[in-house]
């Protein structure tokens, strides 16, 4: 069996079990112990990351029940949660949630995963991330808040979600880079 990073790029059998979704051969891997949970790639990335970046719920809920880091960033400094609400894994993002993965942790930029979903216009993850207490108000390095991300890119949905989260309406407040969220 592969224990290590033998195969190319630094990719485990683990990990591209949970890549490719192959949940039973993950199962397999985990409880013969002939997989390293929490091996890390080339690029700092996890096989829970890869389960999530591929959409399979069943493959991140083995690696959470293995006790996978779900608080692991990899070089770009990303989590899983980040990547699941940056595809759009409704159900990922779920599931890390309830394993407490936690919604203030920040990318490189600032971003936070609220931020991150306002972003992309995901407005279920918008309103989960809110549910669990994500920051509303965090503001990334380059001064823009989630609303400000929102207006930009024209999430009018995610607007009223972070309205009704009670995000800051203070339309006076400029960025660092000069703008508001109306500019």
Known sequence: PV????????HT???LGCLHGRCAR???LLSAGDASVDATDHTGWTALMYAVYGGHEDCVAAMILASAQIEHVND???TALMLAVQQGRTACMHLLLCAGASVH???SEGETPLIIACQHGRLEEVEALLEAGGDVN????????ALMV???EGNYKCVKALMKGRANLNLNYVGTRGFTAIM
Request: charged residues 25%; hydrophobic residues 40%; neutral net charge.
């Open 105 to 107: 942790v920040r990318a």
């Open 26 to 28: 993950v199962q397999a």
């Open 138 to 145: 965090a503001v990334k390095h380059d001064g823009f808040t």
């Open 76 to 78: 770009d400094k990303f």
């Open 3 to 10: 224990r290590s990073q033998d195969l190319m790029g630094g």
């Open 150 to 152: 929102c207006c930009q």
């Open 13 to 15: 059998e683990l990990m």
